[in-house]
């Protein structure tokens, strides 16, 4: 904001080599090779660290695996063991994960303010000119490069009565001090889903509001409207369905919420629980720190502007991450930052980000992993392509587990190469039964030799994957890997 965003005296200014802005995964750029670097680390967050491990990927799985053990009754029960679900401790499982999680985070702000060549900032900051940065306070920071990694926050939807209503994200609601009786979740992505599944899991009487007919609209048909069938059969789906209003009101339980919903033909009811959660997704923080006054573009829905290595449109200033990358992924995030750490310390020989395979998970359950193309992705594109398609219940271990059907793998080929374009999971383990095939496509591996090229674990849950691998109907095998 620079001039009337401050009171008092003249503001102190200071000049580094380095400026970071984000405390997640830009915060492991510096290392021993940045030990000659005057370094500012810039972060106006409530918990050090970042979206990842203080209100994302680590405590939400930390979540997800209590609620696995949870739904064991349901799946023993046809297997011919019955066990039972005694209690669920919302207290003792919150208590577990923030009391790992925050110690880290502590730890994690507590040496980088301790780091000899690193000031650490914890305040919000804008630029107000070219390469010059000003902080809440007034400090200003001038630095010969910069790195926005400021990350993204919740998107919240305009919906009447909203600012008024107590409700939770994904940022505050496995805080809660107790596990509500009854939750409604609005959103369909992969926030809706976890969430679902922990809370139905844990007990909670859950209903999800959706916008659209089904669940995971990004992931392949056959996997999307699969999971929305499954995950209804344990919740309360909504689909088709649109917030019209959302007010405070009273539960059984104590405060709660009731929220208006209209269906697809107009119609309008009314949903009342103890908890909303809104789960609408996430937009990156770009817009927060007035990049156009240092020669910074912003382009489609706020994202930063990234060549092939990570630079933005302003000479000497990276991004990464959730501000810069649609994927919104720990894993992209992380691999962007070796990326710019490589071109800091390498800035006459720098290295490309790769961005040909990211593969992605949903924890929820079943779990859904994907990598590569959708199927209706392909036909956009007018790629010829082959299907190859093997549920788990087709496999030895299927039997064991009592597979139905539900739970498959879908891949999709090239049949003149034999090269993945495209790979599709939903069933127990997915997130790690992809890794061969994320392996395959980052390497060139074609999927015949893939196949057979190796020996695979009989009678492993992975023979799915080479089943699935097996079923493509390939133009020609690789000599020697005879089919």
């Not at 990350?151 to 509500?180: F, H, K, N, Q």
């Not at 990004?218 to 789906?237: K, P």
């Not at 496999?395 to 495209?422: R, S």
């Amino acid at each position: 904001m620079g001039v009337g965003w401050h009171d008092g005296p003249v503001p102190e200014t200071h000049h580094v080599d380095l400026c970071i802005i984000g405390s997640g995964s830009g915060n492991s750029i510096p290392d021993e090779r940045f030990d000659d670097w005057r370094i500012a680390l810039v972060d106006d967050g409530p918990h050090f660290g970042g979206t990842c491990l203080n209100v994302g990927c680590i405590p939400t799985k930390m979540y997800v695996h209590p609620a696995d053990l949870a739904r064991m009754p349901e799946h023993a029960a046809p297997l011919g063991v019955d066990l039972t679900l005694d209690q669920v401790h919302w207290d003792a499982i919150r208590d577990r994960i923030f009391g790992r999680i925050d110690p880290i985070s502590a730890a994690g702000e507590r040496y980088r303010a301790e780091s000899p060549n690193i000031m650490l900032f914890r305040q919000h900051a804008r630029f107000v000119s070219d390469k010059t940065l000003e902080l809440a306070d007034g400090t200003q920071i001038t630095a010969d490069r910069f790195v926005l990694a400021a990350g993204s926050r919740i998107r919240i939807p305009d919906v009447p009565g909203l600012a008024e209503t107590p409700y939770e994200t994904s940022d505050t609601v496995m805080r809660l001090a107790e596990l509500p009786r009854e939750m409604i979740i609005a959103g369909g992505g992969y926030v809706a889903a976890e969430f679902a599944h922990v809370f139905s899991a844990y007990g909670t009487k859950v209903t999800v509001v959706v916008r659209g007919d089904r669940l995971l609209r990004h992931e392949d048909d056959d996997i999307s409207y699969r999971f929305t069938r499954l995950l209804g059969e344990r919740v309360d789906l909504r689909l088709q369905h649109t917030l019209c209003s959302v007010r405070p009101t009273a539960t059984e339980a104590g405060p709660g919420v009731s929220v208006e919903i209209a269906g697809p033909d107009g119609t309008r009811s009314c949903l009342t629980a103890d908890v909303l959660l809104v789960a609408t997704g996430r937009i990156p923080n770009g817009d927060l720190l007035d990049l156009d006054r240092t020669g910074v573009a912003v382009g489609e829905n706020g994202y930063v502007e990234v060549d092939d290595y990570q630079r933005t449109t302003a000479d000497g200033i990276f991004a990464l991450g959730d501000v810069s990358s649609h994927c919104q992924l720990k894993h992209v995030a992380n691999h962007e930052a070796r990326v710019v750490q490589y071109n800091l310390l390498h800035p006459e020989a720098m290295m490309k980000a790769d961005h040909r395979f990211i593969p992605h998970a949903v924890f929820s359950s079943p779990q859904v992993a994907a990598v590569g193309l959708t199927e209706t992705e392909a036909m956009d594109r007018g790629l010829d392509y082959v299907v190859g398609l093997k549920p788990y219940a087709d496999t030895a271990y299927g039997w064991a587990m009592g597979e139905t059907g539900d739970h498959i793998v879908k891949l999709l080929a090239d049949p003149q190469t034999a090269q993945l374009i495209g790979a599709h999971l939903i069933g127990p383990e997915a997130s790690s039964l992809i890794q061969p095939l994320i392996q395959a496509m980052s390497f060139g591996l074609r999927a015949d030799e893939l196949a057979r090229g190796q020996y695979w674990i009989h009678p492993a849950m992975a023979e799915v994957i080479e089943n699935a691998v097996l079923a493509l109907p390939l133009d020609h095998r690789s000599p020697g890997n005879p089919a």
